[in-house]
C-alpha cells in the first residue's frame, strides 16, 4: 500500500487531503470495487495523520457513495451498479420536477426515442419481443377508468425498448426520465380524449418494425409517436399555465 498511499503532511485542509488521495485511488483503479481499504491503524501510519483527520475523510467518502465501512469487518471500496446511478438521477428528477423540466423531457425524447427504436430493431432478442408482445397486451386489458394502471403500462413499454438495444448507458441516461413520464402522461390521458387510443396503435406499429428488425420504421413511428406527444404536452401546459 506504500506506492497508493503516502505522507502528505498537516495542512488545515488535511481531511480534505486524505480524502482526495483515497478517491484518486479508487478512480485510477488502484483500488478496486469491493476491494477491503488498510485498517485505521494502517491509514494513520500510511498517510501520516491522526486518527481525527482520517476518520472525517472516510465519513466523507462513506457519505458519497466511494466506500462502505461494515462494522466489525472493515472498510470496502463501494461497488458501483447502474441501479445506483439510476436512483440518484431518479431523486434529482423528482426534486426538480417543474414545468421547464417537463419541456426539458420533452426535447430530449424528441432527440433519442426515435434512435433508440432504430438501435432495438437492431439488436433485440427474442425475450425483448415476448416482454413487449406482453405489454402491449396488458395495455389492451387495462381498465379504461384506471389512468395510473394505463400511463404506468405505456411507460413499461418505453422503458423495455431502451433495454432491447442492449446499451446500457441509454438505459442510465433515459430510465430516470421514463419514471417520471408516468406524472407527466397521467394528466394528458385524463384530459385529452383518444390519446391512449393513440399511443397504443403507435407502440403496436413500433413493436412490428423492431420484430422484423425493420430499423427505419421504427424511427419513423416512434418519430410521429413523439411530435404527436410534445404537441399534446404543449397544448396542454399552454393550457394550464395561463
Not at 416482454?131 to 396488458?138: R, T, V, Y
Not at 394505463?150 to 448507458?169: Q, S, Y
Not at 430510465?175 to 385529452?192: G, T
Amino acid at each position: 500500500m506504500d506506492e497508493i498511499f503516502s505522507k502528505i503532511g498537516t495542512t488545515q485542509t488535511l481531511s480534505q487531503k486524505i480524502e482526495r488521495k483515497i478517491e484518486e485511488a479508487i478512480r485510477q483503479k488502484k483500488l478496486l470495487q469491493g476491494a477491503k481499504l488498510p485498517s485505521e491503524k494502517e491509514l494513520c501510519e500510511l498517510f501520516g495523520v491522526s486518527r481525527t483527520a482520517l476518520r472525517e475523510a472516510l465519513r466523507r467518502l462513506n457519505a458519497r457513495g466511494l466506500i462502505e465501512i461494515r462494522k466489525g469487518s472493515g472498510m470496502y471500496v463501494s461497488e458501483i451498479k447502474i441501479e445506483d446511478a439510476i436512483k440518484s438521477l431518479n431523486l434529482y428528477y423528482d426534486l426538480s420536477f417543474d414545468s421547464n423540466l417537463i419541456s426539458q423531457i420533452i426535447e430530449v425524447r424528441r432527440i433519442f426515442e426515435p434512435e433508440i427504436s432504430r438501435l432495438a430493431a437492431r439488436n433485440r432478442t427474442e425475450e425483448d419481443l415476448k416482454i413487449l408482445f406482453e405489454n402491449i397486451s396488458d395495455l389492451e386489458r387495462c381498465d379504461p377508468d384506471n389512468t395510473q394502471q394505463e400511463v404506468d403500462t405505456i411507460n413499461r413499454f418505453h422503458m423495455n425498448l431502451a433495454k432491447a438495444t442492449g446499451n446500457p448507458i441509454i438505459i442510465i441516461s433515459l430510465e430516470p426520465i421514463y419514471s417520471l413520464l408516468p406524472r407527466m402522461r397521467i394528466f394528458i390521458y385524463a384530459n385529452v380524449e383518444g390519446e391512449k387510443e393513440f399511443t397504443m396503435d403507435a407502440q403496436k406499429k413500433i413493436l412490428a418494425a423492431v420484430e422484423v428488425n425493420d430499423e427505419e420504421t421504427a424511427y419513423l413511428e416512434t418519430e410521429k409517436l413523439v411530435i404527436r406527444n410534445h404537441e399534446v404536452y404543449e397544448r396542454y401546459l399552454k393550457k394550464v399555465l395561463k
